[in-house]
């Protein structure tokens, strides 16, 4: 069961802060936040898994509810760095990693 | 650290013909993940392999078939190609059957094929 990524494309300008929601019809057991680069591979950025803890690392942090079966990425303070398609990748327990189709960001200076 | 290596990077065939593309996983990862990526979607899954059996397997033909060998290492084939199998071919390595705990898949740079 494919996850549906909202928003599909976004523009930010540098400092702007944005959020990428991922949510999925099924109970899920984890969702995996990735981001690739044009003509680059796929770069894991965190894992979440069943329980709702937020994880994140610098500038970048993810929520995931449960409930549900929604996660939200948190990009703060954006940098130009950001660019990419982020994908979210979800499981739902003993089946394989199944990404949505990906939201294009834009950060412009 | 290597991570993970694929090969060849660029591919053309004709239509009809077979292809073999390969994958040496991460150093201390077991499972290898085939993916196939449209140009502007997600990474389709295909199959996985652990243990050197598959043990998943996405909605794709038969055409598509696979191995692992005991290095941990994979291959992906298909046989009698299509215009439509023209794709980036993603391979991911991780430790540990999916499903069980989970920690982030490593891609490769991908093999892009073009079927004419």
């Known amino acids: 069961q494919q996850p549906v990524q909202s928003p599909q494309a976004v523009i930010l300008r540098e400092g702007e802060d944005a959020v990428i929601n991922c949510s999925s019809s099924k109970a899920l057991y984890s969702v995996h936040w990735y981001r690739q680069k044009h003509g680059e591979a796929p770069v894991f950025l965190m894992i979440?898994?069943?329980?709702?803890e937020q994880k994140g690392h610098e500038k970048i942090s993810a929520s995931f509810n449960e409930k549900k079966q929604q996660s939200s990425l948190y990009l703060t303070a954006s940098q130009l760095s950001y660019s990419g398609t982020y994908f979210c990748?979800?499981?739902?327990?003993?089946?394989?990693?199944?990404f949505g189709k990906g939201t294009r960001l834009s950060v412009i200076a | 650290d290597a991570g993970v290596t694929q090969s060849p990077t660029h591919l053309i065939k004709t239509r009809g013909q077979q292809v073999t593309l390969r994958c040496s996983p991460k150093?201390?990862?077991?499972?290898v993940s085939w993916y196939q990526q449209a140009l502007g979607q997600g990474p389709q899954f295909i199959f996985q392999y652990y243990e050197e059996e598959e043990r998943q397997r996405g909605n794709f033909p038969d055409r598509f078939s696979g191995h692992q060998f005991p290095n941990y290492s994979s291959e992906l084939n298909v046989n009698a190609l299509l215009l439509g199998d023209s794709a980036l071919y993603l391979c991911?390595?991780?430790?540990?059957?999916?499903?069980?705990?989970?920690?982030?898949?490593?891609f490769g740079s991908g093999t892009r094929l073009t079927v004419v």
């Open positions: 979440l898994l069943k329980g709702g």
């Open positions: 990748g979800t499981e739902e327990g003993n089946t394989p990693l199944v």
């Open positions: 991911a390595s991780s430790f540990g059957r999916t499903g069980g705990a989970s920690y982030g898949y490593t």
């Open positions: 150093s201390g990862h077991d499972t």
